[in-house]
């Protein structure tokens, strides 16, 4: 069954220092595994995806995350934080059992300070 | 090209009563997918529509349902409510051609549903 950690509610950075939210999911096939943002009262828009290519996935806004399948991790990075980057975000694991069940991690709320 | 649009953008029910809520999807797009976000939580996946008939399910109990018409757009059905059913509901639509390819989805806005 396939299941998605988030390691921490809540992480705080300074603008321009490095951004490193972390992921773990669970998974009995190969995954797809995906990051997601949501803005205050807003839907959710895809920052990148991982689908069985590159292991380094290069996304929206200067992100990027990197598979490591012996750590059965997905982290999220961007070298420079900035304010606008404050939001939630939601990892996401994926497999093909017919459709696309998506499961979604509990979230981490990114502060970025001035 | 639109996008994924969802109706109403927020509602007020009772507990007991029931709600239907609207997703039209993107188009060209077949299967769309519901979840509930409750409050500070990750979305949930309520069930998935491919081509009219529901193609999986999460934990969600029956008074959930839902339809996918012809022209692809979607309802979530929620009967007896709850006050735990106070929450965001999403959609998502993709274009899905057969198993083992994947599919990316893209998700409307949301309806939020408060329960008193």
């Known amino acids: 069954a396939q299941s998605v950690t988030q390691l921490g509610s809540h992480v705080s950075v300074s603008e321009g220092a490095l951004v490193l939210l972390r992921c773990n999911y669970s998974s009995s096939v190969p995954p797809y595994l995906f990051w997601y943002v949501q803005y205050p009262n807003q839907g959710l828009q895809l920052l990148l995806k991982y689908t069985s290519a590159a292991t380094l996935v290069k996304g929206i806004n200067g992100f990027e995350a990197e598979f490591k399948k012996s750590e059965t991790s997905f982290h999220l990075t961007k070298p420079s934080a900035h304010m606008s980057d404050a939001a939630e975000y939601f990892c996401?694991?994926?497999?093909?059992?017919?459709?696309?069940?998506?499961?979604f991690g509990a979230g981490t709320r990114l502060f970025v300070k001035a | 090209e639109t996008g994924v649009t969802q109706s109403p953008t927020h509602l007020i029910k009772t507990r007991g009563q029931q709600v239907t809520l609207r997703c039209s999807s993107q188009s060209g797009h077949n299967t769309v997918s519901w979840y509930q976000q409750a409050l500070g939580q990750g979305p949930q996946f309520i069930f998935q529509y491919y081509r009219e008939e529901e193609n999986g399910r999460g934990n969600f109990p029956p008074r959930f349902s839902g339809l996918q018409f012809p022209n692809y757009s979607s309802e979530l059905n929620v009967n007896a409510l709850e006050l735990d059913d106070s929450a965001l509901y999403l959609c998502a639509s993709s274009f899905r051609v057969g198993s083992g390819s994947y599919n990316e989805q893209f998700f409307g806005p949301g309806t939020r549903l408060t329960v008193l």
């Open positions: 996401a694991v994926s497999e093909d059992t017919g459709g696309f069940k998506t499961i």
